[in-house]
T-cell receptor, first 113, second 113 residues
Framework: GNSVTQMEGPVTLSEEAFLTINCTYT??????LFWYVQYPGEGLQLLLK?????DKGSNKGFEATYRKETTSFHLEKGSVQVSDSAVYFC????????????FGAGTRLAVHP | DVKVTQSSRYLVKRTGEKVFLECVQD?????MFWYRQDPGLGLRLIYF???????EKGDIPEGYSVSREKKERFSLILESASTNQTSMYLC????????????FGSGTRLTVV
């Protein structure tokens, strides 16, 4: 079945460091891919998405490219801020079926001044 | 913007009680979903619905049921609450078409004592 694997956390970085959170997926067909962010005490917010191979999603300085050849959708940011501290979830949608959204386990990011 | 409203932010219930979690969306979306979120496990799909009165089991349906009598409302029911159902419950609604994406409610943190 479809699944998402993302790197375990926590990831601890200093402010202005480069961020990569790895995400790989297993899916039949052509899923859409998402990154969601959850700030402390809040609900899930869509960070970015990509709906087909080679698409790049971007938002708030974060980027991720849909790589079908490596079944990956790694999240990157060139310079993190303390305010980026949150839990990040990679997810895929089996858009050819019931459109179920399937999540990875989440990666906690802590950014220190 | 789509709004997904979950009726309670925090709930405390006793073991054996029947519990209703309500979710309402305001954009006439067909697909709605219930997830539970637990640390280290990400979000797991409990049930989903793709139309009024239509429902499908997700990955962890045991101990839960759902009701979708009107398009805008999707209810999650814990038939007899148990302590292992203490969790954060998140409802989501799917927007199809050009701006394909999921909107989440703020979540209900349920504690079963």
């Amino acid at each position: 079945g479809n699944s998402v694997t993302q790197m375990e956390g926590p990831v601890t970085l200093s402010e202005e460091a480069f961020l990569t959170i790895n995400c790989t997926y297993t899916a039949t067909g052509y899923p859409s891919l998402f990154w969601y962010v959850q700030y402390p005490g809040e609900g899930l917010q869509l960070l970015l998405k990509a709906t087909k191979a080679d698409d790049k999603g971007s938002n708030k300085g974060f980027e991720a490219t849909y790589r079908k050849e490596t079944t990956s959708f790694h999240l990157e940011k060139g310079s993190v801020q303390v305010s980026d501290s949150a839990v990040y979830f990679c997810a895929l949608s089996d858009s050819g079926g019931y459109n179920k959204l399937i999540f990875g386990a989440g990666t906690r990011l802590a950014v220190h001044p | 913007d789509v709004k997904v409203t979950q009726s309670s932010r925090y709930l405390v219930k006793r073991t054996g009680e029947k519990v209703f979690l309500e979710c309402v969306q305001d954009m006439d979306h067909e697909n709605m979903f219930w997830y539970r979120q637990d640390p280290g496990l990400g979000l797991r799909l409990i049930y989903f619905s793709y139309d009024v009165k239509m429902k499908e089991k997700g990955d962890i349906p045991e101990g839960y049921s759902v009701s979708r009598e009107k398009k805008e409302r999707f209810s999650l029911i814990l038939e007899s609450a148990s302590t292992n159902q203490t969790s954060m419950y998140l409802c989501a609604s799917l927007r199809r078409g050009r701006d394909y994406g999921y909107t989440f409610g703020s979540g209900t943190r349920l504690t079963v004592v």
